[in-house]
């Protein structure tokens, strides 16, 4: 295992999907484990993402770009994704990063942002990486993020380390 600090206290109680809520704008929201014929709703879904929500690079900015981006997490990570009807609110993955842990990443698209559906996505990812014998999980996020820390923590995310700009936080998994 990479140098990586975990929490010494494993975090668990999470929900493994399908999940079902109401946001705060009063949507049904189902997040659901990706299923093979997802794709396409996926890639919709990030072709039409605002550039100013992108981090670090991702999501990807072209359709091929996307695509590619998309064969490698679904093929080797964990994946689960928030419907409303038929259209994809969000999507958060956790991708092995060679070191028997997992990189967690979260999008949830703009006109479904500040509604409850992040949190509810990451405790739904976690309840089904959980289920698949993902113990360690770690993230970075931008210092400036004072939202997206806030909802990582109140998940159960410890800071374990910094960058310049970045934070990292980790959590183990029962």
Same mark, same amino acid.
């Given at each position: ?17 399908? &999940?079902?809520? +109401? ?39 072209? +359709?091929?770009r996307?695509?590619d ?18 259209? &994809? ?10 070191? +028997?842990?997992? +990189? ?29 014998? &993902?113990q ?39």
């Open positions: 295992m990479s140098d990586r600090i975990y929490p010494d206290e494993a975090a668990s109680g999470f929900p493994e999907p399908p &999940v079902e809520f +109401e946001d705060r704008e009063g949507r049904t929201i189902e997040v659901r484990a990706y299923e093979s014929g997802d794709e396409e709703a996926l890639v919709e879904m990030y072709d039409a993402f605002d550039p100013a929500d992108r981090a670090q690079g991702i999501p990807p900015s072209t +359709e091929e996307i695509r981006w998309l064969e490698l997490i679904v093929d080797e990570g964990h994946n689960v994704i928030a419907w409303h009807d038929d259209a &994809v609110a969000g999507h958060a993955t956790l991708v092995p990063d060679g070191a +028997e842990a997992y +990189e967690l990443a979260i999008f949830v698209t703009q006109e479904y942002q500040r509604a409850g559906i992040g949190g509810r996505l990451i405790r739904a990812l976690l309840g089904y990486g959980a289920s698949q014998d &993902v360690h999980v770690w993230l970075t996020v931008e210092r400036w993020n004072r939202a997206a820390v806030a909802l990582y923590e109140d998940v159960g995310f410890e800071r374990s380390g910094t960058e310049s700009f970045e934070l990292e936080m980790s959590l183990r998994l029962d």
